[in-house]
């Protein structure tokens, strides 16, 4: 099964290593070597992936999960774009504490004299 173009590119910039891996799938995990380690040289990404019994399968999985990590890492933050409240809601709230307050002030015991 050929990879798609730009998993090509990405292959030629990984370190693919083989391995065998552990868990659950008895003799045929123990014994062979499917598994597989992508590390991007230049950025030091490691993805694995050991789900399927297909070397070149797992190898596929693990560059797609190199290039997704590539993308996030890629992608442009959206500038915070900081807002105030307005002046109407401001002075809302200011008056809806100065009410508060004068209601509290209200429950207090009288000084005595």
């Keep these: ?3 798609p173009p730009h998993l090509e590119r990405l292959l030629r910039e990984c370190d693919v290593t083989p391995f065998k891996s552990s868990g659950p799938g ?3 995990k ?3 070597e499917s598994s ?3 590390r991007h040289r230049a950025t030091g990404i490691t ?6 019994r297909s070397q070149g399968r797992n190898r596929t999985l693990a560059l797609e999960r190199v290039w997704k990590e590539l993308q996030r890492r890629a992608a442009k933050r959206k500038p915070r774009v900081s807002t105030r409240p307005p002046r109407g809601a401001v002075e809302r709230r200011l008056e809806s504490k100065r009410r508060e307050a004068a209601i509290k002030r209200t429950r207090r015991a009288a000084p005595e004299e």
Excluded: D, F
């Design 1 to 3: 099964m050929p990879l």
């Design 30 to 32: 123990n014994k062979t």
């Design 47 to 52: 993805r694995i992936a050991t789900e399927s």
């Design 36 to 38: 597989v380690r992508v």
């Design 26 to 28: 008895g003799q045929k």
